[in-house]
């Protein structure tokens, strides 16, 4: 068992994504509620969640994300009053990784010291599943990440169609601001996921990726 939990721990603590140097999150802070000003929602949402990913617990950080998020949400003619700041007690994704290795390597040194201890060798074996658990959600987490990666549109309106081959319909719109998932890629065509489901193709060039959020200049927006 004690072996069992000492490959699990080297695992967690050598993920790559926990070694991830991180941008500087007042600087995206300082570029998102710029944009908010300017009432450029895309990149406002963007640079502000880019921000908040790296500092989830910054008061401004969350509050300016909930009041993009919230106009974004009247435009659209939505509940306003469903978009609440994210909550202070999140953790970045560095923390995150902390906080796993830490149980699982609490966990392991108590099934280690355990020896006839039966009281301990439960109370190790209970903090090394919990640390355990919490690694391997990451994992799906960041999985996911990799796999369809968290977008916000940019452009005025984005236009989501089907596949060329497939049959024309109507196109789905989306508004400046609205966040979704990408998923294959085709040329200059990547495919829009929204609550898991597959909507259709967009072109690249209306969107920004999160985590390429830190590339884009201040002068960066919609067109």
């Known amino acids: 068992m004690s072996r069992i939990a000492a490959l699990l721990l080297l695992a967690l603590l050598a993920t790559p994504a926990a070694a991830k140097t991180a941008p500087d999150a007042a600087a995206l802070y300082n570029r998102g509620s710029d944009a908010l000003r300017r009432g450029d929602l895309g990149p406002a949402v963007a640079q502000l969640l880019a921000a908040h990913r790296i500092d989830p617990r910054a008061r401004d950080i969350r509050t300016n994300l909930a009041i993009a998020r919230s106009r974004v949400e009247e435009r659209e003619g939505g509940d306003q009053t469903s978009t609440r700041i994210p909550s202070a007690l999140a953790l970045s994704a560095p923390e995150s990784w902390n906080v796993a290795g830490a149980l699982a390597a609490m ?39 990799v796999l369809h990666p968290s977008a916000v549109v940019v452009a005025p309106m984005l236009e989501v169609l089907p596949a060329p081959e497939e049959r024309p319909v109507s196109p789905y719109l989306l508004g400046a601001g609205e966040e979704v998932r990408l998923g294959a890629a085709r040329g200059d065509l990547v495919q829009i996921r929204v609550g898991g489901n597959t909507i259709g193709w967009a072109r690249r060039s209306g969107l920004w990726r999160v985590d390429e959020a830190p590339r884009y200049t201040a002068s960066s927006g919609s067109k």
């Open 107 to 145: 966990g392991a040194l108590l099934l280690v010291l355990a020896a006839s201890r039966r009281g301990l060798l439960i109370l190790g074996g209970s903090v090394f599943a919990v640390g355990a658990l919490f690694g391997i959600g990451l994992l799906l987490r960041a999985r996911e990440e």
